[in-house]
């Protein structure tokens, strides 16, 4: 049975009925179970403007600069590396913020993003996910929890973030690494899932750099 025919079943659960009088682009921005298939939704994607940026000329910098703000809600000095892919542009990040080339933001939970943050090539933050179970999983529902990264974070080339993940401030994000659960401050996390490793320290070679920068 579809989704569609329970709807108006006289039998159905309180909670069950609340959530069908809901639209889904609402249950989305609730992090409630939604269709990623219902007009409303689809309407609020952005892909032409997506299609657009990763189209214009890299020359073109005003044009690019234009469409990213609009995409990125940004403090300034963003820069990202074409292409760049995003769902429906609910990002925001800080000031000086750079992300590298093939990432993709699957964003229907809400991107937050630091100061200073470096996100390497082809990293995907993903807010969404589906239901565990099979039957379940044929409805093709969806459910989005937002990811945040703090000041300071750089997160590793081919690396996956997943809904509801915070990385705390200065931390570290070992390349390749699935991120499943929140990360704390000051530390290296690596792996699948990722794990942290050992905390900040300063790089030996930079440890005079830093002194004097400190002063």
Request: charge should be negative; charged fraction near 25%.
């Amino acid at each position: 049975m579809e989704l569609s025919e329970l709807k108006n079943k006289e039998d159905l659960p309180q909670n069950l009925k609340e959530w069908f009088r809901k639209c889904d682009l609402d249950r989305m921005t609730d992090g409630e179970w939604f269709s990623p298939a219902d007009k409303k939704v689809c309407d609020v994607r952005i892909n032409d403007k997506i299609f657009e940026l990763n189209h214009t000329r890299p020359s073109e910098t005003e044009k690019i600069d234009a469409i990213l703000n609009d995409i990125i809600r940004n403090d300034g000095d963003l820069c990202v590396v074409l292409p760049f892919f995003a769902e429906f542009g609910y990002i925001e990040a800080g000031e000086n913020c750079f992300i590298g080339n093939d990432c993709s933001f699957i964003d229907g939970g809400g991107i937050f993003i630091g100061n200073n943050v470096m996100i390497a090539p082809r990293v995907v933050l993903a807010t969404a996910t589906h239901p565990i179970d099979a039957q379940l999983r044929l409805t093709k529902l969806t459910k989005c929890a937002p990811i945040v990264i703090e000041d300071n974070v750089w997160i590793g080339a081919n690396s996956t973030v997943l809904g509801g993940v915070t990385i705390g401030a200065n931390s570290i994000i070992g390349a390749g690494s699935v991120v499943t659960h929140d990360i704390p401050s000051n530390c290296v996390a690596v792996g699948n899932p990722c794990k942290v490793i050992k905390t900040l320290q300063t790089d030996k070679e930079l440890k005079e750099l830093k002194d004097y920068l400190e002063k």
